[in-house]
C-alpha cells in the first residue's frame, strides 16, 4: 500500500513562481520599486549588435549582480550565481 501512495505524490506537479518567494517588505523588491533601472539599456545600446553573434546578457542583470554581491556580502560572481 505504501508503494501505491508514493507513486501517486511523484505524479503531482507545482509550479512555484521566484516572486511568490520574496516577502513584500523585502529589501531587493524596495530597491526595484525605488531604481527604475531601465535607463541602463538606453545607455548600452550602440554597444550591442541585434544581427551578429550571440544573444547577450540583459545589460540590467550585469548591473543588479554586482548591487546584490555588495549588500550581501558576497565575494565572487561564481558564489553568487551558485545561490540560486
Do not use: T
Request: glycine residues 4%; charged residues 25%; aromatic residues 10%.
Amino acid at each position: 500500500m505504501m508503494i501505491k501512495n508514493a507513486k501517486d505524490k511523484r505524479d503531482q506537479i507545482q509550479f512555484v513562481s521566484a516572486s511568490a518567494l520574496v516577502p513584500e517588505d523585502h529589501l531587493l523588491r524596495d530597491i526595484e520599486r525605488a531604481i527604475d533601472f531601465s535607463f541602463i539599456y538606453e545607455l548600452v545600446e550602440d554597444k550591442y549588435s541585434k544581427d551578429q553573434g550571440r544573444p547577450s546578457l540583459d545589460p540590467v542583470m550585469l548591473i543588479k549582480i554586482p548591487l546584490i554581491q555588495y549588500l550581501y556580502g558576497i565575494s565572487s560572481m561564481r558564489q553568487h550565481i551558485a545561490g540560486f
